[in-house]
T-cell receptor, first 115, second 111 residues
Framework: EAGVAQSPRYKIIEKRQSVAFWCNPISGHATLYWYQQILGQGPKLLIQFQNNGVVDDSQLPKDRFSAERLKGVDSTLKIQPAKLEDSAVYLC?????????????FGPGTRLTVL | KNQVEQSPQSLIILEGKNCTLQCNYTVSPFSNLRWYKQDTGRGPVSLTIMTFSENTKSNGRYTATLDADTKQSSLHITASQLSDSASYICVVTDTASKLTFGTGTRLQVTL
């Protein structure tokens, strides 16, 4: 079974530039999550999709971050414009459905460095 | 506020030795607790999951325990190997399916 795919793996940009990350979840997984993991910290949920609908985006900085999952499969996360404090690893995860004991499977992440 | 605290923050042990990582949480109402292993440059991978009624769960050389009364969990690694070097993250889910992540314990196994 193929895992969660993310690209790019690494990205370096200057502050005020824009960047986009892509995620393709495990086939058949209805729920997709984007996390931000700052060095030395645990992941922080940015947004959760159920199919193509947003379930939770309470911690997404909506003035600069946006995400979509138009067809309910793959997803993109965009930052515009980027700030220095956005430097982090952005993890995408998926689960079969949003059930209490459903395991989330994580992708390898995209490491973003903002200079 | 839901919180998950892990200790120690980092740990260095010799190959072949055992170690125990701790997780204390204040998440309520509690649903389940997972331990994840995160290798450098990779996403977290689930090791164990325990619900309220379970107090121990094993996965090979990894054994997790849960005390729901004191809201504490531990992850015990037996006969450590170099490949165990990673961050170990404790994640607690509440009954609304909200996950709270700990900051992790960084384990280094050396020769």
């Amino acid at each position: 079974e193929a895992g969660v795919a993310q690209s790019p793996r690494y990205k370096i940009i200057e502050k005020r530039q824009s960047v986009a990350f892509w995620c393709n979840p495990i086939s058949g997984h209805a729920t997709l999550y984007w996390y931000q993991q700052i060095l030395g910290q645990g992941p922080k949920l940015l947004i959760q999709f159920q199919n193509n609908g947003v379930v939770d985006d309470s911690q997404l900085p909506k003035d600069r971050f946006s995400a979509e999952r138009l067809k309910g499969v793959d997803s993109t996360l965009k930052i515009q414009p980027a700030k220095l404090e956005d430097s982090a690893v952005y993890l995408c995860a998926s689960s079969f459905r949003d059930r209490l004991n459903n395991e989330q499977f994580f992708g390898p992440g995209t490491r973003l460095t903002v200079l | 506020k839901n919180q998950v605290e892990q200790s120690p923050q980092s740990l260095i042990i010799l190959e072949g030795k055992n170690c125990t990582l701790q997780c204390n949480y204040t998440v309520s109402p509690f649903s389940n607790l997972r331990w994840y292993k995160q290798d450098t440059g990779r996403g977290p991978v689930s090791l164990t999951i325990m619900t309220f009624s379970e107090n121990t769960k094993s996965n090979g050389r990894y054994t997790a325990t849960l005390d729901a009364d004191t809201k504490q969990s531990s992850l015990h690694i037996t006969a450590s190997q170099l490949s165990d070097s990673a961050s170990y993250i404790c994640v607690v889910t509440d009954t609304a399916s909200k996950l709270t992540f700990g900051t992790g314990t960084r384990l280094q196994v050396t020769l």
